[in-house]
């Protein structure tokens, strides 16, 4: 069977966009001093708070991080809320991080995936931006304490109740 020059165009037009926007994410990531070494700083101080945590009985077994990079739902929240805190005292930034999860969010739209990582990604974003000012320390301590506090509020008041930039969002579950 003869193939067909315009169906295949077009069916490689998802894989090029998808392309194409992930390229721009990391070109912007880059001019704005997020490059992959930063990004892979962040993921390591995440980490080991996260197994630190964990090895103090603060954190559940489920959310150390194992040799293979394998995580939880903690991960996500503490890593996208220190990338937010690190990068989060220009407005220029902010608006560029939030930008770059309603990108993915689009992008995992038309690619027919699940778009709600990325809303998650966006809120917990927030978290970070709102502990700008304190020590690295002192704002990961405070995001654990967050987690607490959104535990806490979804069990009493469920998704609802949790208040973006206060609470962490844990799962696409949540909302």
Do not use: C, W
């Amino acid at each position: 069977m003869a193939s067909n020059p315009i169906q295949e165009f077009l069916a490689s037009i998802p894989r090029r966009v998808d392309r194409g926007i992930y390229s721009v994410i990391d070109e912007a990531g880059e001019m704005a001093g997020i490059d992959r070494s930063a990004q892979k700083d962040i993921q390591n101080v995440a980490a080991e708070f996260i197994n630190r945590n964990v090895d103090a009985g603060l954190i559940d077994e489920r959310e150390r991080i194992d040799s293979e990079g394998r995580s939880g739902d903690l991960f996500n929240a503490i890593n996208h809320g220190l990338l937010a805190y690190r990068y989060g005292d220009s407005p220029i930034i902010r608006g560029m991080l939030q930008g770059k999860e309603y990108l993915q969010q689009g992008q995992e739209y038309l690619s027919g995936r699940d778009p709600r990582t990325q809303y998650i990604d966006r809120m917990n974003n927030l978290v970070g931006y709102d502990l700008v000012g304190l020590s690295e320390e002192e704002a990961l301590q405070e995001m654990l304490n967050r987690i607490t506090d959104t535990k806490k509020t979804m069990r009493a008041g469920g998704v609802d109740a949790l208040i973006p930039g206060k609470h962490f969002y844990l799962n696409p579950q949540d909302y």
